[in-house]
Nanobody, 126 residues
């Protein structure tokens, strides 16, 4: 089992940057598929970016390619999401999620993940 705690959210203007962090604790010695999801009011939860830990592949939804970067710090067990060129449509609650061993074909399907953080709010104003 693994526990996830997000931080780093906040309010920025269009074009600004934020870096989200997700600190993992518990059984971190195993390989996980870790994903950033986001959910705006009245919208479905959307997979933003995923990474297979310990040097695996990364995946991005089309709307954030070239602007967001997912990365991991294996020493401190922290997942990051660097968000640049932020837009008002990026405004949402951002969640960190994880599942063991591999990233599924539908990596952006929230039902595939059984470990979740509490979320951190990102607000981008125009």
């Amino acid at each position: 089992q693994v526990q996830l705690v997000e931080s780093g959210g906040g309010s920025v203007q269009t074009g600004g940057s934020l870096r989200l962090s997700c600190a993992a604790s518990g059984n971190t010695a195993r390989r996980y598929c870790m994903v950033w999801f986001r959910q705006a009011p009245g919208k479905e939860r959307e997979g933003v970016a995923a990474i297979l830990t310990v040097g695996g592949n990364t995946y991005y939804t089309d709307s954030v390619k070239g602007r967001f970067t997912i990365s991991e710090d294996n020493t401190d067990n922290i997942l990051y999401l660097q968000m640049n060129s932020l837009k008002p449509e990026d405004t949402a609650m951002y969640y960190c999620a994880a599942r063991l061993n591999f990233c599924p074909f539908r990596w952006n399907n929230y039902a595939e993940y059984n470990y979740w953080g509490q979320g951190t709010q990102v607000t981008v104003s125009s």
